[in-house]
């Protein structure tokens, strides 16, 4: 049973319009979040977090949104720019201090110019 | 340079072979990790080494064998393998094992024939 699902396979935005990628989670004692970025032949890169005690954190044209309640997380991308394609996966840790990221199974971003 | 370095990055081996996957961080981490990507699924964490020593084992078969010399290399000794081990198989280190963020390495993609 996956407890961290990306429902989203793949997703096509125009270029300078708002990515939304979303993930949601199963157990409630996930307590940090991540976002993977990976382009093709590369390793994951780490993009953002965010912590249980907050509902949103921002880095530049990033936003990570957090809804406990419904165990819903959104990665917000604005503007979109055509290196931003690539695949994103969201990631959860339960319990603090601990390292077993529990990974989505990625949606792929294509941002069309 | 991405700091995480695994060679080789292809590798092709029959099922009655031995071969062996390196990674090494150039990051003065002390947590490094190995992770399976099957097509389709998500990351599986299989192995976790915190200052050398061995922290978790995912229930991952004997045919896989992880060696840790020191904090900065990771090796993953394989031996009869299975064409369902084929992967991505990708090593990631972090400051230490509760250290949130890990980096990736660009991962070796491994088929077995």
């Known amino acids: 049973d996956q407890q961290v699902k990306q429902n989203s396979p793949s997703l096509s935005v125009q270029e300078g319009r708002i990515s939304i990628l979303n993930c949601d989670y199963t157990?409630?004692?996930?307590?940090?979040f991540l976002w993977y970025k990976k382009y093709p032949a590369e390793g994951p890169t780490f993009l953002i977090s965010i912590s249980s005690i907050k509902d949103k954190n921002e880095d530049g044209r990033f936003t990570v949104f957090l809804n406990k309640s419904a165990k819903h997380l959104s990665l917000h991308i604005v503007p979109s720019q055509p290196g931003d394609s690539a695949v994103y996966f969201c990631?959860?840790?339960?319990?603090?201090?601990?390292?077993?990221?529990?990974f989505g199974t990625g949606t792929r971003l294509k941002v069309l110019a | 340079e991405t700091g995480v370095t695994q060679t080789p990055r292809h590798l092709v081996m029959g099922m009655t072979n031995k071969k062996s996957l390196k990674c090494e961080q150039h990051l003065g981490h002390n947590a490094m990790y190995w992770y399976k990507q099957s097509a389709k699924k998500p990351l599986e964490l299989m192995f976790v080494?915190?200052?050398?020593?061995?922290?978790e084992n995912n229930s991952v078969p004997s045919r896989f064998s992880p060696e840790c010399p020191n904090s900065s290399h990771l090796f993953l000794h394989l031996h009869t393998l299975q064409p369902e081990d084929s992967a991505l198989y990708l090593c990631a280190s972090s400051q230490d094992f509760q250290y949130r963020e890990a980096f990736f390495g660009q991962g070796t993609r491994l088929t077995v024939v």
């Open positions: 080494y915190n200052f050398k020593e061995q922290t």
């Open positions: 157990n409630s004692m996930f307590d940090y």
């Open positions: 990631a959860a840790s339960g319990a603090s201090g601990t390292y077993k990221y529990i």
